[in-house]
C-alpha cells in the first residue's frame, strides 16, 4: 500500500473550514489503497480520523509582532488601541486600511508562514525513514505549498498541490491587492516541482491551466460526510428559521439585501416579525450589528458567533432554510463554498443570495436542494412563497435529488483524490523508467490513456 504524506494546516479536531476536506481524505483514503500520515502543527485535545498523525510546532507571526510591540497578542490591535471598529463591510476608515496593509506586509504570504521552519525540521526525520511514496498538499493557507516544496525536494517524491481557494486570485480585493503581483511571482516559483494540481470548480481549474500550462489539472469539488449528521436528531423550529454558518469575508459575504427585504415584508405584513427567525454563526464582524439596526431587526437576527461545530450542525438541521451569500465580486463563478456541502447533509432547503451564476447555481440547480436568486424581487417571491407553506403544513418543503447529491460525499472525493495521486505516481514511476531506460541505451515509449478532467 502507498503511503501518502498529506502535509494541511488544518485538521480534526481542529474546528476550521479548511479541516474538513484534508479530514474526508484522512478517513476515506485507505479504502482506495492509501496508508495516509498527515502532518500539521500541534493540535487541540479530540477526535481524529484513525490515521497516523505528525504534529509540529508553530509560531504565530502575527502574535510574535505584537509582543514586539509590547501589546497582548491575544487581542486585536483596534481593541488594544481603542480604534473605532468597522460600522459597514469594507470600512474606508484609515486607521483600518493601514493596519490591514501592515498585516498583509508582516505576514507574507500569510499568517501560517511562521509553521515553516518548524515543519522543514521534522520533514528531515521523515527523509531518513524514506517511506513515504507521495506528498498531497492542500491550502489556504499557501505556506502549506512552500512546506510542500521543501518535502518535495527532501524526500524526492512525487507532489500533488490543492487548492480549495485559488493562491494569487484570492488576493484581488483590499490591501491584499497591493501584495497580488508578489503572490503570483511566488506561486510560479513554488509550484514548478509540483507534478498535478487540484481545485474545486471547474472555472477554477481552466485559471490553474492558464497560468501553469505544463501541469496536469484536476477538478474536485469539495464534500460532506453522511456520518456528521447520522446522531443529528433535532425537530425543525417553530419558527421560519434562516440560518448562516460560516465566515463573511468583511462584507464579501453581504446580507443587506436579506435583511432589506425582510425588514420591508414586516413593514407591509406580508409576514410576522413574530415568526421570523434569523441566525448568523461565526466569526463577529461589528458591521453586521450596525445593518441589523439600521433595518430595525434586532428582534430578529441573533449574532451568535462562534460556536462547536457539532452544535453548528444541529442548528442548521433543524432550520426552515439554510442560508448561502455569494462572493461580492461579478468575476468569480468558480467558487465553491464549503457550507454548500455541509448544507446538504443537513437535509434543508438551501436559499443562495447574490453573488455571480456560476458553480454555486448549478449545482444548487443539479441538486434541487435549494435556489440562487440574484435580485430583490426573486428573493423577496422566494421568501413568501417559503414562509407561506410554513404557515400552512409547519414545514419548507425539501425533495432535492438524493443520487446527484450522493456525489458529493467524502468518500466520492476520496475515491477522485486517489485516482489522482495513483496516476501521478504511476507517470512518476514511468518518467524514472524512461530516464532508467535512456541511461542504459533503452529505446523510449510514449503515451498512454488520456485523463479525465486533465488538460497540459
Known sequence: MPRLLLITYSFPPREQPGAIRPGGLAKHLAEFGWDVVVFTPQLPAGAQPPVQVIETAYEDVL?????????????????????RTPSQPNSGALHTKILSYARCFLSFPDEARGWIPFATRELEKL????????????????????????????????????????????????????????????????????????????????RLREHHPTKPVYNISNGFDPDDFRDVRVPLSKKFSITHAG???????????????LSELIAERAVQASDLQVRFYGHPEAWVSHLV????????????????????????????????????????????????????????????????????TETLAETKAGIHVFDKEQLRGWLLKAYHEFKRVGAVPYQPDQRAIARYTHREMARRFSEVLQSTLERSRGGERLRSQAEEGVPQNFGGPLEENVQA
Open 247 to 261: 465566515y463573511l469575508y468583511e462584507g464579501k459575504r453581504d446580507p443587506t439585501t436579506l435583511l432589506q427585504v
Open 63 to 83: 502574535a510574535k509582532w505584537k509582543s514586539r510591540l509590547g501589546m497582548d497578542p491575544g487581542k486585536s490591535v483596534h481593541e488594544q488601541l481603542k480604534l
Open 127 to 206: 527523509r531518513a525513514a524514506g517511506d513515504i511514496d507521495a506528498i498531497l498538499t492542500t491550502s489556504p493557507p499557501v505556506s502549506t505549498h512552500l512546506i510542500g516544496k521543501r518535502a518535495q525536494r527532501l524526500l524526492n517524491r512525487p507532489w500533488v498541490a490543492d487548492f480549495r481557494d485559488l493562491w494569487a486570485e484570492q488576493y484581488l480585493w483590499g490591501p491584499h491587492l497591493v501584495m497580488q503581483p508578489m503572490h503570483r511571482l511566488l506561486e510560479k516559483r513554488t509550484l514548478r516541482l509540483a507534478d498535478a494540481l487540484v481545485t474545486v470548480s471547474e472555472p477554477w481549474a481552466q
Open 293 to 360: 439596526e439600521r433595518y430595525g431587526l434586532q428582534d430578529v437576527v441573533e449574532l451568535s458567533g462562534v460556536i462547536p461545530r457539532r452544535e453548528v450542525l444541529q442548528r442548521e438541521a433543524e432550520s426552515q432554510v439554510l442560508l448561502l451569500l455569494g462572493w461580492a465580486d461579478p468575476r468569480e463563478t468558480g467558487q465553491h463554498t464549503g457550507k454548500l456541502f455541509e448544507y446538504f447533509g443537513a437535509g434543508r432547503p438551501i436559499l443562495a443570495v447574490n453573488g455571480t451564476r456560476g458553480v454555486l
